[in-house]
């Protein structure tokens, strides 16, 4: 069934109609909320809340974007109301050291190459929201630049110079320190 044959009839009262639209989208739309919160648990959470919003806003559902990009743009606003909390925010940022002990675990990872991580993540972490959040869209690799733009409520164009001049700042920094030439 098509994603709009199962808005119909989830629609219509058919709540097994609206599992399957959660169990379809639920991967994207995890990693949509993870783009913007870096917590897992704080993502989850998102996630649940917009699926939520979007059952009780189901008859809001107009059509004119796919169900999946109207979903995607829900997560996105849940997730950005949550990440506006400032008890959030704070929870949501590791200490550096618990951060290295993590990539430890996975093992493999030089101390260099923690090391870069932890300087790539610093220069992401001090781009503006606008710019971290279509950069970490963008790098998610789930999303086209169309699909960012609905989700951000922002033009094709203003996506691309986002996730440009991100990039741009980024590389920026990290030649700063030596890790790439510019």
């Not at 996506?159 to 320190?177: I, M, N, P, Q, T």
């Amino acid at each position: 069934m098509t994603d709009a044959e199962l808005v119909l009839l989830a629609r219509q009262g058919q709540p097994d109609a609206f599992d399957q639209l959660v169990t379809r989208h639920q991967a994207a739309a995890y990693r949509a909320a993870l783009a913007a919160l870096r917590s897992p648990q704080d993502a989850e959470e998102a996630t649940q809340d917009a699926f939520v919003r979007a059952w009780t806003r189901l008859d809001r559902f107009r059509g004119d974007a796919s169900f999946r990009t109207w979903l995607l743009a829900i997560v996105w606003n849940c997730a950005l109301t949550r990440r506006r909390s400032v008890v959030r925010w704070w929870r949501r940022h590791t200490e550096l050291e618990d951060a290295s002990a993590v990539a430890a675990e996975r093992g493999g990872s030089s101390a260099a190459d923690q090391e870069l991580r932890r300087h790539v993540q610093a220069s992401i972490d001090r781009l503006s929201p606008k710019l971290r959040d279509a950069l970490l869209l963008a790098q998610s690799g789930e999303y086209d630049y169309a699909a960012i733009g609905e989700m951000l409520k922002i033009p094709l164009g203003t996506v691309k110079w986002r996730v440009s001049e991100a990039r741009r700042k980024v590389r920026a920094d990290l030649a700063a320190l030596g890790y790439v030439r510019e």
